[in-house]
């Protein structure tokens, strides 16, 4: 009879437990819905922009083509080396001295 008892306060604490678990679940869902809202109306606003702001005429595209050319010239005369290579060659000129 007792097994009984401390069986049914241990249901009861763990249908509380539950029930507290799927409080704090549904405040979550609910802030996260507000949040998803929120992200698709600025997204929509953000749309109505853009179709708002296109490009006026060619001579801008062709600013904005130029200036990609000119970011790529920039790169032109760079070198990429690998570090480890550097330091073996490194090493290799102190083991030598």
Not at 25 to 32: M, T, Y
Not at 45 to 64: A, F
């Amino acid at each position: 009879c007792s097994a009984l008892v401390l069986r049914v306060e241990r249901l009861e604490s763990d249908n509380t437990a539950q029930k507290l678990e799927i409080l704090k679940l549904n405040a979550r869902v609910k802030k996260l819905e507000r949040l998803n809202k929120v992200k698709s109306s600025k997204l929509r606003h953000l749309k109505k922009v853009g179709t708002s702001q296109r490009i006026e005429s060619s001579e801008d595209e062709e600013n904005v083509f130029n200036q990609g050319r000119i970011s790529v010239d920039i790169h032109e005369g760079i070198e990429l080396v690998d570090d480890q290579e550097k330091d073996v060659q490194v090493k290799g000129r102190q083991a030598d001295t």
